[in-house]
């Protein structure tokens, strides 16, 4: 049985994940990098291919920023989050749909990804901060070329 401190814990952790997407679609970058832990292994190669990497919160923000920014907009839905608490230590998992936004004169202008996510967090400070992402892409629907587009415009 979950106890009223555990309920507060994981939506908490719920949260930070769910700003996460918030701020990277409201483009607050600074605030964005304010979620993460000193340094946060991304894993996106479902999409991209290669190799996990390690960045820093400024990393994630620069890269976020100029990937994302090029957009006319994106929105990333996160949903059926779940939560599980060990310590110090979570991991919520949660199904995505991202849909991103680009005016262009050849071709659909939206691009939509749906997915999982999964981070890892832990609690320093009295803070959750993300010290993990793997997302994990499992359909795509509309013009995958907007995203090669939009890295062009930023």
């Known amino acids: 049985m979950e106890t009223p401190e555990s309920v507060v814990t994981k939506h908490l952790v719920a949260e930070v994940c769910t700003r996460m997407a918030v701020h990277a679609d409201r483009r ?16 996106y190669t479902s999409l991209a291919g290669g190799e996990p990497v390690e960045l820093s919160p400024r990393q994630i923000v620069d890269a976020w920023s100029t990937t994302l920014g090029g957009y006319d907009a994106t ?43 999964r981070w890892e967090l832990t609690r320093t400070g009295g803070r ?4 993990t992402v793997v997302m994990t892409a499992l359909w795509g629907d509309g013009n ?7 890295a062009d415009r930023s």
Do not use: M
């Open 75 to 117: 929105q990333h839905l996160i949903t059926n989050q779940l939560v599980d608490l060990d310590g110090d230590r979570a991991v919520c998992t949660a199904a995505f749909q991202a849909t991103h936004r680009l005016a262009t004169p050849a071709g659909a202008p939206l691009w939509t990804l749906g997915g999982s996510y």
């Open 28 to 43: 607050e970058w600074e605030l964005l990098g304010g979620l993460f832990a000193d340094k946060v292994l991304l894993d």
């Open 128 to 131: 959750w901060l993300i010290d």
């Open 144 to 150: 995958q070329e907007l995203a090669g587009r939009a």
